[in-house]
């Protein structure tokens, strides 16, 4: 619960008060509390945020403030006036505000007037304290109930219930502008219609959540979308469509924290980084479930992705960097048709794992056995159609070395499986300079390469004419 000073305080206390605002900043937040006083219906409150009567100074609700709220006004509906446990606001005027915090025990709707009205808030964004009831600020119409962001700011839910918000974008203020979202509790906070900015205030996006509950987003494409970019720290972000124009990040350079992207799409074309650095688990969930969901962006495996398919999943996009890839959960098959130059491993633990023939992987040759590898315990089967790339530039030379490319049970090579510069004889490959590639042990060896023809006649020549110098010259 909060404490306040009362605005009309007594007589010495005003005097002291008065005394003391002129060393306070004109930029402070003055409270004001929600608590109409006429009821609906037994105690839930319905009223306009342009009546005066309805706001009060004081978090008992009972001084009236005499005027709706104002610039960097802190806003709280709460639960201490009897009647302040839940109903509907209609704002029906703009509001500029500091900050909004709930703590009313039943469900608050914050909705718009005759015409499309905004909210403009400042860096103390929106908390749902542990124990309020689930929050709607906009709902599906024509007429939207915009919340601007105008300054960097965190949206908190430390509640058990859904903190939804249907319509965010960056006000007219210039410059960048980071909206962290913190699901501390097991309710969620969600954006249900999109996310958008405009040319002079991109918005980016951060996800830090110490609890379970879910951040659930849906961000328009195109120029509509936000262009700065979404990080996932700690905790789950769901969405239902590609997230913005930028570039999603996975993780965290410190800490222990889980870092979790979960994709209920058809299509999914953000490029995705993944952190290195943190001890926590990175993954992506494929959640689709109407068919196969097709993921084109590409990747940078700074470390371990992990993967969850429990339907179908393609990957098109290119993956580069030395953090593995892990299909690790689900019983949906991987499909891969872009361009590896990862130097990770590829483990399959479940479902089956497809190189397309439009797909490829590259191999990092390095000491003897030391390699990057397909590897894996899935018995569903690994499909190779695709192309496999051979990095040999720092491959130890050394007769009998051996690099295990393929670990795997149930591998089927495909009529239009290739080794990049190698040729193929009764499912053997090489290169001619001592490399060669089983598909039956599915192990890359070298062997010092013996002298080639020419190059023995070459040198027979040599000797023979080197031979018959001599011999002439003994003769004279």
Do not use: C
Not at 273 to 286: C, F, I, P, Q
């Amino acid at each position: 619960m909060y404490s306040k000073t009362p605005i009309f305080p007594g007589k010495k206390a005003l005097i002291h008060s008065l005394t003391s605002a002129a060393f306070v900043s004109a930029a402070s937040a003055a409270p004001l509390y929600w608590g109409q006083t006429t009821y609906s219906s037994g105690t839930i409150y319905d009223g306009t945020s342009s009546t005066a009567s309805n706001w009060y100074t004081d978090e008992a609700g009972t001084m009236v403030s005499g005027s709706a709220p104002a610039a960097s006004d802190e806003l709280y509906f709460n639960t201490t006036p009897a009647n302040a446990v839940g109903g509907t606001v209609i704002v029906d005027t703009n509001l500029n505000l500091e900050s909004i915090t709930f703590t009313t025990t039943e469900k608050t709707v914050l909705t718009h007037g005759a015409d499309k009205q905004t909210i403009s808030l400042g860096a103390g964004g929106i908390t749902l304290e542990a124990g309020s009831g689930a929050v709607n600020i906009g709902q599906s119409s024509a007429q939207q109930l915009i919340v601007n962001v105008d300054a960097s700011q965190t949206w908190t839910n430390n509640s058990d219930k859904a903190l939804t918000v249907r319509y965010i974008a960056t006000g007219s203020s210039a410059g960048g502008k980071t909206l962290t979202f913190s699901a501390n509790g097991t309710g969620s906070i969600s954006t249900p219609f999109k996310i958008t900015d405009n040319g002079s205030a991109p918005i980016s996006i951060v996800v830090d959540s110490a609890g379970t509950g879910s951040v659930n987003l849906n961000s328009a494409t195109g120029s509509s979308a936000y262009r700065g970019g979404t990080t996932i720290i700690r905790g789950k972000l769901q969405t239902t469509s590609t997230l913005g124009n930028g570039d999603v990040t996975l993780g965290d350079t410190s800490g222990t924290y889980d870092a979790t992207l979960s994709v209920k799409s058809s299509t999914f074309a953000t490029d995705i980084n993944v952190r290195a650095g943190s001890s926590g688990t990175k993954s992506l969930l494929n959640i689709y479930t109407a068919g196969t969901s097709s993921y084109t962006g590409n990747m940078v495996l700074d470390d371990d992705l992990f993967l969850s398919t429990s339907r179908d999943m393609s990957l098109s996009g290119d993956i580069s960097g030395a953090g593995d890839l892990i299909k690790g959960q689900g019983n949906g098959d991987l499909t891969y048709t872009g361009t590896s130059t990862s130097s990770g491993d590829l483990t399959v633990d479940t479902g089956a794992f497809t190189l397309d023939e439009t797909g490829s992987l590259t191999f990092e040759i390095g000491a003897n056995g030391m390699n990057n590898q397909i590897n894996g315990l899935s018995t569903d089967g690994i499909n190779l159609d695709g192309s496999f790339n051979f990095d040999l530039i720092g491959a130890s030379l050394v007769d009998g070395n051996s690099w295990s490319i393929v670990s795997a049970s149930n591998v089927t090579y495909g009529a239009t499986f290739s080794v990049v510069g190698f040729t193929e004889d009764a499912d053997v490959w090489s290169n001619g300079s001592g490399f060669t590639f089983s598909e039956a042990s599915g192990d890359l060896t070298y062997a010092i390469p013996e002298p080639s023809s020419a190059a023995f006649l070459l040198g027979a020549g040599i000797l023979g004419f080197l031979s018959t110098s001599r011999r002439r010259r003994a003769a004279n």
